[in-house]
């Protein structure tokens, strides 16, 4: 999908939804309710890759995986898939209905978008756009549900110049900048809460927006390289599920950041030319970073710690 800066646009897009059928949308379940893929769009051949368990590996998840403050809305995943890009809206429900106690069940909204290989393909504003708007609601039982692809405006996006940066202030620089580095590099990254608190934004939609940024450079440079770094973007779900992805979640104390080399990044927005090779020691220096929360991206420390 190309995009012209500054107007409107239509995403299109495939559809799968899992969960288990309610008598209503805000109600209960309905009698003998089991889990299931409750719609998916004609364009998508292999709907159980989009169930949560099997879209994040195979994993047993619980409604503590989720952060509190994700709970209502649902944490967001984002990965590059063999179809494309899919984005994850992924909530628990309470079985007695929206608001009610006791026991939950999940449910997830997986959009795809297909064909989609690089970061330059990736629609402008598609990351705030689905922080802000994407949701799931449970499938009501009976109801019809549309079997072709789907579609949403997205919102006009203004390309970041070179001058637009300069005029961020040196944290929210910083910020950016991890989120390219961690984007281009393929390691992990947690968004600082105090810049978002100086932005006056929430955490998850600095991130969105710090995605677009990235995704409307013209660099064509791969959404993944192999099965180990396809996890892309990941807000409110424990970050040690999307292993490699720019992710926020408050439940996870963080620890001293070091700068991102934000020359590359101003480089990368005046000029649109492609990032030369990285050097072996570059290389060897992001092999041996682990995967946790104790990550360290680049190498000249500044005094900027995590504030949760």
């Known amino acids: 999908m190309t995009t012209d800066p500054g107007q409107t646009h239509t995403l299109f897009f495939e559809e799968v939804c899992y969960g288990k059928p309610v008598r209503s949308s805000q109600g209960p ?17 292999s709907p ?14 619980n409604s503590g995986m989720i952060d509190p403050a994700f709970a ?11 179809e494309g890009l899919a984005i994850m809206r992924m909530r628990y429900r309470p079985e007695a209905g929206e608001g009610e106690s006791g026991r939950q069940f999940l449910l997830s909204r997986t959009i795809v978008l297909l064909g989609i290989q690089s970061w330059d393909q990736i629609p402008q504003g598609l990351f705030a756009w689905a922080e802000r708007e994407l949701t799931v609601q449970p499938f009501v039982f009976d109801q019809s549900q549309p079997s072709s692809p789907q579609t949403a405006k997205l919102p006009p996006f203004l390309p970041r110049d070179v001058d637009w940066f300069d005029q961020l202030s040196r944290p929210r620089q910083i910020q950016l900048g991890s989120a390219y580095q961690a984007i281009t590099k393929r390691v992990g990254w947690t968004v600082s809460r105090a810049i978002a608190q100086e932005e006056r934004q929430p955490p998850s939609a600095l991130i969105a927006a710090d995605l677009d940024v990235i995704a409307s450079l013209p660099r064509q440079f791969p959404l993944r390289k192999g099965a180990t770094d396809q996890f892309i973007l990941n807000i409110g779900l424990d970050p040690a599920l999307t292993p490699g992805a720019v992710s926020y979640f408050p439940g996870h104390a963080g620890s001293a950041i070091e700068a991102p080399d934000l020359h590359a ?8 030319k ?35």
Do not use: M
């Not at 159980?48 to 998840?61: C, E, K, Q």
């Not at 090779?277 to 970073?289: A, D, G, H, V, W």
């Open 29 to 45: 379940l309905r009698e003998s309710a089991v889990y299931g893929v409750n719609l998916v769009t004609l364009g998508i051949e």
């Open 48 to 61: 159980l890759n989009f169930v949560p368990a099997n879209f994040l590996g195979r994993t047993s998840l």
């Open 72 to 82: 209502q809305r649902g944490a967001l995943i984002v990965k590059a898939v063999d």
């Open 265 to 272: 990044l101003r480089e990368a927005i005046s000029s649109g």
């Open 274 to 308: 492609p990032d030369p090779s990285p050097s072996k020691s570059e290389i060897r220096q992001t092999s041996s970073l682990h995967d946790s929360l104790e990550r360290k991206i680049g190498s000249e420390p500044i005094p900027l710690k995590w504030q949760l």
